[in-house]
């Protein structure tokens, strides 16, 4: 009877241990969002912060396709916004959703975040970017990590200032070699912030090797190479999403 009844529990065991191995391989990798804590647009006195719709659209592509998503910011906690347009209705949708908009306003400090939870990690934009995403050296570190373990970085607009400082193991930057695009010089001369923004993207990001590629003022362009994915502007968040699930799917 004893023999039996470890048998049984012996056979109950491995189903179990089975199926939570099965439940594991099919769970999906959650995906990290990165938002500035950066609120002034240099010493203009101009408000600034993440982009809503550059948060509220590739949010929107990824949530609906069962994706769950965090948020960091460099400093965590309530991170300021920008660009805030509840006429949007995805905007709308995302900033009345109770469980996004609570994760936002509590958002991650980068020390709390443990990148193999994550298979993407996604700068958003927002002028706020150009002044605390460049040398965040923890930030940097959670996406070369989640990239050297087989996983998607992803930008749009000025999201891409996150990546211009992120080196790899083989000691070379992460955008080097690679297609990549963001917010251009054009785009922002047209927005009258050249002399402002601490450093031009554009230029920054062909320094460290990038090939940029870019489209007229306020086209959507999303540029993706080998697991690098960018957008130049508010206009692209959304593809930036779509070709983000695309990586994905793989």
Same mark, same amino acid.
């Given at each position: ?42 010493? /203009? ?148 912030? /050249? ?56």
């Amino acid at each position: 009877m004893k023999k039996l009844a470890l048998l049984i529990l012996s056979i109950f065991t491995i189903g179990f241990i089975q199926a939570q191995t099965k439940k594991s391989k099919n769970m999906k990798k959650k995906i990290l969002f990165v938002v500035t804590s950066h609120d002034k647009k240099g010493d /203009t006195g101009q408000e600034t912060g993440y982009y809503l719709g550059e948060v509220s659209h590739p949010w929107e592509v990824l949530h609906k396709a069962g994706y769950e998503i965090d948020f960091v910011s460099p400093k965590g906690g309530t991170p300021p916004v920008d660009g805030f347009d509840l006429k949007d209705p995805v905007n709308k949708e995302f900033w009345e959703n109770k469980e996004y908009k609570n994760k936002i306003d509590h958002s991650l400090q980068p020390y709390q975040v443990n990148p193999d939870n994550y298979s993407t990690i996604f700068y958003a934009g927002g002028h706020g970017a150009m002044w605390d995403f460049a040398d965040n050296t923890e930030l940097a570190s959670i996406a070369s990590k989640i990239y050297e373990n087989g996983g998607i970085v992803a930008a749009v607009c000025h999201g891409p200032a996150g990546l211009v400082n992120i080196k790899l193991n083989n000691g070379k930057y992460l955008v080097d070699g690679k297609k990549i695009n963001a917010f251009t010089n054009e785009e922002e001369s047209e927005v009258k912030l /050249t002399n402002v923004v601490p450093f031009l993207l554009e230029d920054k990001l062909k320094e460290r090797g990038a090939k940029f590629e870019k489209s007229g003022l306020w086209q959507n362009h999303v540029v993706k190479d080998q697991r690098v994915i960018t957008g130049q502007n508010p206009q692209s968040a959304k593809s930036v999403g779509k070709a983000i699930l695309k990586e994905l799917k793989k």
